[in-house]
């Protein structure tokens, strides 16, 4: 794709996960900017990118992103906290000069991290996060760009992702691996006061977290954040929120198959949606 000197025709915000957990974040995009239109993309048949290797989550983002840039979109959001830690930057730095300098792509570990002096007083986070995400250390070194005086404790929960996409997370057997996962953190930093939820599917067992969890240390996700870092960004770029069509419509598609992103989709949106196949 290159850049066109005719008029730019406005196009919908992209929205790209893995696979369903990123829309946990277009919920909350939606609540706060209501009126734009959205293209939110997941890449089922190929979820999840959390144990995959930098090479590989970086290959799969960069065709979603491509594959959403063809669609019309000029700025689009990795709500995928994998991609974000593991392609990103090589997108924005490699990949966009080449394809058409005016597009964006933003992530949504930046934004997160931006706000951690608001939600720690004892200047202890926790992360809880994918493998992928935790090996790549995006979030401590991100963090210590802009706030060096806090610690940042990572903790990875590999089976938290597969029993919420098998709609298992409020079961007894995720209580077993949440209680694990909560007591590796606290071992490893006890005077942690706030955890970050550093992956897009983990907003759905906060009421398991939240049972086994200290009542003294708070629980942040992801979700509001990124919607108001997104508003703010359209605000201080006007040129590109002119190139976002605004008529409050959201349409979905998925790699896999649209039964099966349907049925998964209302776990998470709690309602029922129309969804459309496409391959990359
Ligand atoms: N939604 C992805 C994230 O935020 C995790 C899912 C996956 O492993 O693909 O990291």
Redesign the pocket.
Known sequence: MKPSNEAIKPGPIGIF???Y??LTILEEIRKVMPGYDYIYLGDNAR?????RSFDVVYQYTLECVNKLFEMGCHLVILA???ASAKALRSIQQNDLPRIDPCRRVLGVIRPTVEMLDQVTQTKHVGIF??PG?VQSDSYPIEAHKIFPDIRITTEACPMW?PLIENNEHLSEGAAYFVQQNIRNLLKKDAQIDSIILG???YPLIVPTIRRYLPTRIKIISQGEIVARSLKLYLERHPEMDAKCTKNGVTSYFTTESTEKFIHSASIFLHTRIKAERISL
């Open positions: 996960d893995s696979g957990g990123g979820t999840p990118y959390g144990t995928c906290n994998t996060a994918t995400t992702v992956c897009t599917h």
